[in-house]
């Protein structure tokens, strides 16, 4: 059986070097992730505010955290003094919160625009114009510890590749528009985090720069 860093060894060799990998350690057990560690990873990603500050206090400190599931805007607080970069980022009321509690520890925390390209209902996140209205919006510019790095989205979870691909072709073109209208000047506006365990490959076909891979790697829970 091949053990946990031997998997996210074999999940490197198969993407490009300018794609960053997020082992995605949710409900595994600090175990899992010192072997990783110890293995010489250290991006790691979470969805649970609590869960993660839990093992930002006990885990090895050099280690780059990445929240990726939704955040609740009460729950912010537990991850705003450590988190490396909030990846689903679907609304100014979040935005304002996250700036909020930014400005409490003094640092300028790293959001991806969460953009729903799925078909599924229960997927969150802006459309264009919505995001486009934001971006335009006082509110926004006046967020001052928020720096957006990028976008995000998932796909939809299903069997068909032209489906997953068109979804993510729709992402790739609303990061473009983005940095085309709104970021031009800003050289880190780079990222795009699309992709999972089943469907990175795909991903990194249409542009992702961020996938984020959990089952591959810590084995299905």
């Known amino acids: 059986m091949m053990n946990i860093s031997q998997n996210i060894d074999q999940v490197l060799k198969s993407i490009p070097e300018n794609v960053k990998l997020i082992a995605v350690s949710k409900t595994k057990p600090n175990e ?3 072997e990783a560690y110890e293995g010489g990873y250290k991006i790691f990603g979470e969805n649970k505010p609590q869960e993660l500050k839990g093992k930002f ?32 980022v679907d609304s100014i009321k979040l935005l304002k919160e996250i700036n909020k509690q930014a400005l409490k520890h003094n640092r300028v925390i790293n959001c991806l625009l969460q953009f729903h390209i799925a078909e599924e ?13 934001m971006l335009e919006s006082e509110e926004f510019k006046n967020l001052g ?24 072709k729709q992402l790739k073109a609303n990061f473009d528009l983005l940095k085309l209208d709104f970021f031009q000047d800003k050289a880190d506006f780079t990222e795009i985090s699309m992709g999972m365990s089943g469907d990175y490959q795909l991903a990194i076909e249409e542009g992702s720069t961020i996938v984020r891979v959990g089952s591959s790697i810590f084995g299905t829970r």
């Open 121 to 133: 209902e229960s997927k969150f996140g802006y459309n264009l114009s919505e995001a486009k209205v």
């Open 57 to 88: 206090e006990t885990l090895a400190k050099d280690i780059e955290w990445h929240f990726i599931g939704h955040l609740q805007t009460n729950k912010v607080k537990y991850i705003a003094e450590f988190v490396h970069l909030i990846h689903a």
């Open 32 to 34: 899992a992730i010192i």
């Open 145 to 168: 510890n928020i720096n957006i790095v990028g976008v995000m989205g998932m796909a939809t979870f299903t069997e068909d590749k032209n489906q997953v691909r068109s979804e993510f």
